[in-house]
């Protein structure tokens, strides 16, 4: 097995990983009760407890909802609203959506990191299923400049700008067509475990405008393409608009192979390998940068959760570790595409 990372904040704190999953001291904040069993453990059993509805509970929740929506609906074009980033989770949120008969508009956010298998599986699946697609387009110099601050803040959270505009975007189309009910893909099956520390508010404004202004070249007042959206804001729309987030993928049986073939053989949806690696970015950050920089590997917090699931031994999670995140000769490339294209001046040691 690759030699363990460290806790990069507290270098001399002795190595340990849970004797259930495989999240271990790379997460600063675990702590391991007598058996060696992480807190993570029970943290993925309470949001069970709190956000799955099994068997009867879990369809009665899902038809009372999706018929709510529907009446709620009946006079606009669009009863819901989604985000698509032709991923697992929202591909598959989008034929559940048909399935039961909803009218969503599908919203993507591009911020150019796009992979030609996410393009694709984007326009099949709107395509297959029916629905309108509007996309976002950031400007690519705004949107370079804004992560060129990230990489020189050196924060670990490199994501949080697609994740704050996406959901700007939602947010923008939902108030253009006055819909209340946004469908969300988060899942607690596949996602419940993932440490605070190795994540950032992807609401904090304040935070996000002082690194850009920090380390950016363009004047922030001056971006004019990137979807800001303050929290207030925010709760000023969701009051107006009387906007409700659900999670419908918490009352579905979601296994995540099953999941695949399904959206593989529906709307001819296409694997990309690693989890939210969709995004040539994503694939970047979560497979070098975090693991190389920070001493995190994310694969841990996701594997863990199909343990945990009862999707995957914790044998098999332990062997998936031992191979790289990404291809040496891909990340070669990968690194430097990124040095010399999009994030020119920047060290290859501060990716």
């Keep these: 097995m690759n030699a363990p990372h460290p806790n990069v904040e507290n270098p001399e704190m002795q190595y340990q990983i849970c004797a259930k999953t495989v999240m271990d001291t790379s997460d600063r904040n675990i702590t391991f009760d007598a058996e060696g069993i992480s807190n993570h453990v ?7 407890e709190r956000y799955l509805r099994h068997g009867d509970d879990g369809q009665e929740m899902l038809l009372n909802t999706f018929n709510r929506i529907k009446k709620q609906g ?6 819901c609203i989604l985000g698509l980033s032709g991923g697992v989770d929202s591909t598959y949120l989008c034929l559940l ?9 599908v919203v993507h956010f591009d911020n150019g990191w796009n992979s030609e298998l996410a393009v694709g599986n984007i326009q099949k699946c ?39 505009a996406f959901m700007a975007v939602l947010y923008q189309q939902a108030r253009k067509f006055g819909i209340s009910v946004v469908l969300g893909g988060m899942n607690t099956v596949t996602e419940a475990i993932m440490p605070r520390s190795w ?26 393409s990137f979807p800001f959206m303050s ?43 690693g989890k939210h690696y969709e995004s040539i970015f994503t694939r ?46 891909v990340l070669q490339t990968m690194r430097n595409a990124f040095a010399l294209l999009c994030l020119s001046n920047l060290s290859l040691k501060t990716m």
């Design 74 to 79: 009946r006079s606009r074009k669009y009863d």
């Design 42 to 48: 029970d943290i993925y059993q309470r949001a069970t």
């Design 97 to 105: 959506a048909k399935q039961q008969g909803l009218r969503p508009l």
């Design 126 to 164: 709107v395509q297959k299923l029916g629905f309108d697609l509007f996309t976002y387009v950031v400007d690519w110099p705004e949107f370079r400049d804004l992560q060129r601050a990230y990489f020189k803040a050196n924060v670990v959270d490199l994501e949080v700008l697609t994740d704050h």
């Design 284 to 329: 970047f950050y979560q497979g070098h940068i975090l693991p190389q920089k920070f001493g995190i590997d994310k694969r841990r917090a996701h594997l863990s959760t199909l343990i945990c699931s009862g999707q995957m031994t914790r044998e098999k999670a332990l062997t998936e570790l031992t191979r790289p995140a990404l291809d040496p000769a």
């Design 199 to 224: 994540n950032y508010n992807k609401s904090d404004i304040l935070n996000l405008k002082s690194i850009h202004q920090a380390h950016g070249e363009i004047p922030t007042r001056k971006l004019r």
């Design 231 to 273: 929290p207030t804001r925010r709760r000023i729309l969701e009051t107006l608009l009387r906007i409700e987030t659900v999670s419908p993928l918490n009352w579905v049986p979601y296994e995540y192979e099953t999941v695949k073939s399904a959206i593989a053989s529906e709307v001819g949806w296409r694997d990309y390998g």
